[in-house]
Antibody, heavy 118, light 111 residues
Framework: EVQLVESGGGLVKPGGSLRLSCAAS????????MNWVRQAPGKGLEWVSS????????YYADSVKGRFTISRDNAKNSLYLQMNSLRAEDTAVYYC???????????WGQGTLVTVSS | QSALTQPASVSGSPGQSITISCTGT?????????VSWYQQHPGKAPKLMIY???KRPSGVSNRFSGSKSGNTASLTISGLQAEDEADYYC???????????FGGGTKLTVL
């Protein structure tokens, strides 16, 4: 059974940093692209970042470019999101999702809440 | 403001059919057959319902179907059931710079 479990969310002050993790199991992690998608409270889904299976290709939404860094460790079946210079508008539930194709997010974790507030 | 435009809400009675539209541009929906649709119930993670415009993942009811015409993709749900009440989001590939915008979401109410 495919499982994606996010961790690392919490309360952080504006300008602060946080590192999210996503532990994957039940599939060959190194064969799939992975993604972060977020959802602000009461708002819609927003794609944040994608990383290819071997980390050769990495993409970011304009809203996080230069502040967030996506990475993965295929030996540990783990996906990461390093978030720096956090802003109030980064407050959201962050989901990790597996990609079958570039827009086919076929499995999702349950999400981890990031709150940026003073 | 989302790159893809969806109606904020749609509604229908049990047994009826509804269609949710997702309007993009010639740079996204109109250029690629890489449109997907997601269902999200309150407090839950999104669930893939349709991918590559009209393909259904294993386990998704055949009451859900997808199509595309020009710059607009559509999700049709036939034989509406109470459990279909949820938010629905479309998503399209938009090239390597914009990458993967989502629509703003549509709240489906089953009357």
């Amino acid at each position: 059974e495919v499982q994606l479990v996010e961790s690392g969310g919490g309360l952080v002050k504006p300008g602060g940093s946080l590192r999210l993790s996503c532990a994957a199991s039940g599939f060959t992690f190194s064969s799939y692209s992975m993604n972060w998608v977020r959802q602000a409270p009461g708002k819609g889904l927003e794609w944040v970042s994608s990383i290819s299976s071997s980390s050769s290709y990495i993409y970011y939404a304009d809203s996080v470019k230069g502040r967030f860094t996506i990475s993965r460790d295929n030996a540990k079946n783990s996906l990461y999101l390093q978030m720096n210079s956090l802003r109030a508008e980064d407050t959201a539930v962050y989901y990790c999702a597996r990609s079958e194709t570039v827009t086919t997010f076929d499995y999702w974790g349950q999400g981890t809440l990031v709150t940026v507030s003073s | 403001q989302s790159a893809l435009t969806q109606p904020a809400s749609v509604s229908g009675s049990p047994g009826q059919s509804i269609t949710i539209s997702c309007t993009g541009t010639s740079s996204d929906v109109g250029s690629y057959n890489l449109v997907s649709w997601y269902q999200q119930h309150p407090g839950k993670a999104p669930k893939l319902m349709i991918y590559e415009v009209s393909k259904r993942p294993s386990g998704v009811s055949n009451r859900f179907s997808g199509s595309k015409s020009g710059n607009t993709a559509s999700l049709t749900i036939s034989g509406l059931q109470a459990e279909d009440e949820a938010d629905y989001y479309c998503c399209s590939y938009a090239g390597s710079s914009t990458f993967v915008p989502f629509g703003g979401g549509t709240k489906l109410t089953v009357l």
